[in-house]
């Protein structure tokens, strides 16, 4: 069977959640690690927001399972990014420095993804799952993640904006099939 002539592009699916889990249930890093993890097994590239916490664990799934993990930082520089943000380097292939704060860096972040899965979050978690909403991109949410994630459904039934392209899924890789399944058809040449 000959490849496509696009077999070289790669989905990529942001994985947003909260920099700070104190508030997490005890199982959301791991489920964090498993979305990293099932993301790569489906032949994406994780992006995340370059960060501690949910996201952080997500990428270090990813990488264990030997797949590419992408960051975009609020960060100016890579001095900025760890002395002044406090962020990592670790588990990620490449930094992208957008010196535009979190609110700039969140709309990059949703922007450069096809897909972003939400995930145990506070109100950065919610800032990028409604740009991705209005920008109608496709979403997932990992139920039962705590924090802000858990609101989701409710904010959706009371915003009276349709319920734009978003799955629910407690585990993470019937949630990343399901995600995968609404990219392809936002898709232009078959991947």
Partial sequence: ?????????????????????????KDALERAKE?????VKHNAIL???A?????????????EAGGISIGLSPALNEK?????????VDYMDMIVYTGFD????????????????????RMGTLNEFTIAFEDNKPVGVLEDAGGSTDLIKEIIDRAHRGEGK???DKDPKALVEKVIEL???EKVVEI
Avoid: Q
Avoid at 1 to 25: R, W
Avoid at 35 to 39: N, R, S, V
Avoid at 80 to 88: A, D, G, Q
């Fill in 183 to 185: 990219i392809r058809k």
């Fill in 51 to 63: 960060t501690t916490g949910f996201p952080y664990w997500a990428a270090i799934g990813a990488k």
């Fill in 166 to 168: 978003v799955v629910f």
């Fill in 102 to 121: 979190y609110a700039g860096r969140n709309l990059l972040l949703t922007r450069a993804s096809d897909g972003v899965i939400v995930g145990c979050g």
């Fill in 1 to 25: 069977m000959k490849p496509s002539p696009h077999s070289h592009l790669k989905f990529k699916i942001c994985v947003s959640g909260a920099a700070e889990t104190g508030h997490c249930p």
């Fill in 80 to 88: 900025e990014h760890v002395e002044k943000y406090k962020l990592p």
């Fill in 47 to 49: 992006v995340t927001g």
């Fill in 35 to 39: 979305l990293g993890k099932e993301i």
